[in-house]
C-alpha cells in the first residue's frame, strides 16, 4: 500500500511482465507527479491487476501500438504512443479512485484485457497529446491523448510471443463496466504528417476522446456496461466524448 506522503516525482518506466496477483492501493492522499519524464506503468501477460486511490498527474511513457499495414497510413505499422497505464494480455483488473490527468497522451490504454474488467469512480481529465520539440516530428511517432482505449485485436497485431491459442483465450466471455467516471477535456486528435491528415473513421488515434472501446477481432460474447459516467469537454476526430 501506498501511504500518503507529498507529491512523488517519478522518471522511470516501471513495466510487470508475468504477474498473478498485483495491487497498487493508496491510503490518504496519494499522489504521483511524473514531470515531462518518460514515465508510465506497464503490465503484460499478467492477470488480477487492482488499481485504488491513486492519482496520476502528468504521466505518459512511450509503448508501441498494435496497429499494422495500412494502405493510407503505411508509416504507423507498430507506432509508438504515450500513456500512462499500458496492459497487453492482461485479465481480471480493477481501477477504482483512481485519477488519472494531464498526460502527454493516453490516460489507459489496453489491448487485449480480458475477464472482468471494473474501471469506477474515477477521472481521467486533461489527457492529451503534447508535441515534444527535442524529438522532432517522426511518423513512427504519435502525439495523441484520449481517456480510455481498449481494443481486442485480430492475431495478426500481435506484439509478443504469444500463440494465436494463447491469444484467443482473452477474445472472448470478457465483461467491461465503467461506473460513475468522469471523463472531462481530453482529446484524441492526431497531428501527424500532411499527407496523412485523411479525416475517415479507419484513421488511427483519433476516435473516442473521452472513452474507446473496439473489437476488432473475432470476440464473441463480450459485455459492456457505461453507467453513471460523465462525458464533458472531450475531443476527438471521431466520437468526441465516447465511440464503441
Same mark, same amino acid.
Given at each position: 500500500?501506498?501511504?500518503?506522503?507529498?507529491?512523488?516525482?517519478?522518471?522511470?518506466?516501471?513495466s510487470f511482465v508475468?504477474?498473478?496477483?498485483?495491487?497498487?492501493?493508496g491510503t490518504g492522499d496519494v499522489k504521483i507527479t511524473c514531470g515531462n519524464a518518460n514515465v508510465s506503468l506497464s503490465f503484460l501477460l499478467s492477470n488480477n491487476i487492482s488499481i485504488e486511490r491513486v492519482t496520476l498527474?502528468?504521466?505518459?511513457?512511450?509503448?508501441?501500438?498494435?496497429?499494422?499495414?495500412?494502405?493510407?497510413?503505411?508509416?504507423?505499422?507498430? =507506432?509508438?504512443?504515450?500513456?500512462?497505464?499500458?496492459?497487453?494480455?492482461?485479465?481480471?483488473?480493477?481501477v477504482s479512485d483512481v485519477e488519472i490527468s494531464h498526460s502527454p497522451g493516453l490516460g489507459a490504454n489496453l489491448y487485449d484485457v480480458g475477464g472482468v474488467v471494473n474501471v469506477t469512480n474515477s477521472v481521467f481529465a486533461n489527457n492529451s497529446g503534447l508535441y515534444d520539440h527535442a524529438i522532432?516530428?517522426?511518423s513512427e511517432l504519435v502525439y495523441s491523448g484520449g481517456g480510455i482505449?481498449?481494443?481486442?485485436?485480430p492475431y495478426i497485431n500481435n506484439t509478443?510471443? &504469444?500463440?494465436?491459442?494463447?491469444?484467443?483465450?482473452?477474445?472472448?466471455?470478457?465483461?467491461?463496466?465503467f461506473s460513475n467516471c468522469h471523463f472531462l477535456r481530453n482529446v484524441a486528435q492526431w497531428f501527424g504528417e500532411e499527407n496523412q491528415e485523411l479525416y475517415t473513421p479507419a484513421r488511427p488515434f483519433t476516435l473516442g476522446g473521452g472513452l474507446a &472501446?473496439?473489437?476488432?477481432?473475432?470476440?464473441?460474447?463480450?459485455?459492456?456496461?457505461?453507467?453513471?459516467?460523465?462525458?464533458?469537454?472531450?475531443? =476527438?476526430?471521431?466520437?468526441?466524448g465516447l465511440q464503441v
Open positions: 500500500d501506498l501511504h500518503s506522503f507529498p507529491t512523488r516525482r517519478s522518471s522511470d518506466l516501471y508475468n504477474m498473478n496477483t498485483f495491487g497498487l492501493h498527474q502528468k504521466c505518459g511513457g512511450w509503448h508501441t501500438s498494435t496497429y499494422t499495414l495500412h494502405k493510407y497510413f503505411p508509416k504507423l505499422q507498430g =507506432a509508438l504512443f504515450k500513456t500512462a497505464l499500458y496492459f497487453r494480455y492482461c485479465r481480471n483488473l480493477r522532432g516530428i517522426k482505449f481498449l481494443m481486442l485485436n509478443l510471443n &504469444v500463440s494465436s491459442e494463447e491469444h484467443d483465450t482473452y477474445q472472448h466471455n470478457n465483461q467491461y463496466l &472501446v473496439f473489437f476488432e477481432s473475432n470476440a464473441s460474447s463480450c459485455s459492456v456496461k457505461i453507467q453513471g459516467c460523465t462525458f464533458r469537454n472531450n475531443n =476527438a476526430s471521431w466520437g468526441g
